[in-house]
């Protein structure tokens, strides 16, 4: 069965906002462009380095609920974010620069009780997604319908923070792709695993406020926390709104 792309999305700041895209680049060894470009350590952060670390090392949705609501737009110097939230003024900064002026605008939105964030990193190689491997997130809306059905109530698909959205497919059809090659756009990637899902989820993007237990709903009606797919870029290429998925190998 061929998927149809419904909605691109990249997160520039890991965990802090998100923003729509109708075309998007992907190159072997990257995440889609622009997406997790950076991410914002804590005080509590083991970093060994520059390069990757897992994601218990910076601030993200599943310890502080309220990052949730965030929306963020990169700038085309790729140097510059706006973000907004709708309990804080809108802001315009340098990631790389105005560090200090990011962490005084972003600590009303982290709980006291939960390591504060201190800087921010920049990973241009590939992004600093929640997996080893700098991958691609694709969910399905039918397996989202499908949850909200089981929680009897409607969700943002935002909550999953996933980067391609396809239509035109069964429900968990996506799980059936493991080891599988896709043809997106006229890029085709790999599918490495399904995502285990956490407590970032239950936070409803609108509010910043956990209001659904998303990980109930998937254990009791499915047996598992699993929701999405990760795939890595083996031939580059665009992709754009209305593109088609299709497995070919």
Request: net charge negative.
């Amino acid at each position: 069965m061929t998927g149809t792309i419904a909605e691109i999305w990249r997160h520039p700041i890991k965990s802090h906002g998100v923003e729509a895209l109708t075309q998007a680049g992907l190159e072997v060894g990257k995440t889609l462009a622009g997406d997790r470009l950076w991410a914002v350590h804590h005080e509590a952060a083991k970093l060994s380095g520059p390069g990757w670390a897992a994601c218990a090392n910076f601030s993200r949705v599943a310890k502080a609920p309220a990052l949730a609501a965030l929306r963020a737009t990169l700038h085309e110097d790729l140097a510059t974010v706006t973000l907004t939230h709708p309990d804080r003024p809108d802001l315009t900064f340098k990631p790389d620069q105005d560090v200090a002026q990011f962490l005084d605008w972003v600590s009303p939105l982290c709980p006291a009780n939960r390591a504060q964030p201190t800087g921010i990193l920049r990973n241009d190689a590939r992004g600093y997604t929640d997996s080893p491997e700098p991958t691609i997130s694709i969910c399905n809306h039918a397996s989202h319908r499908a949850v909200a059905q089981k929680l009897g109530q409607e969700i943002s698909p935002l909550r999953w923070r996933g980067n391609i959205w396809l239509d035109g497919l069964g429900p968990w059809q996506e799980f059936e792709w493991i080891g599988r090659t896709l043809r997106i756009g006229t890029a085709e990637l790999e599918v490495t695993e399904r995502i285990e899902r956490c407590t970032a989820t239950m936070a409803n993007p609108e509010t910043g406020q956990r209001d659904s237990d998303t990980l109930g709903a998937l254990r009791e009606g499915w047996g598992h926390q699993d929701f999405a797919i990760y795939a890595v870029v083996k031939t580059p290429g665009e992709i754009s709104v209305g593109a088609t998925c299709e497995v070919i190998a």
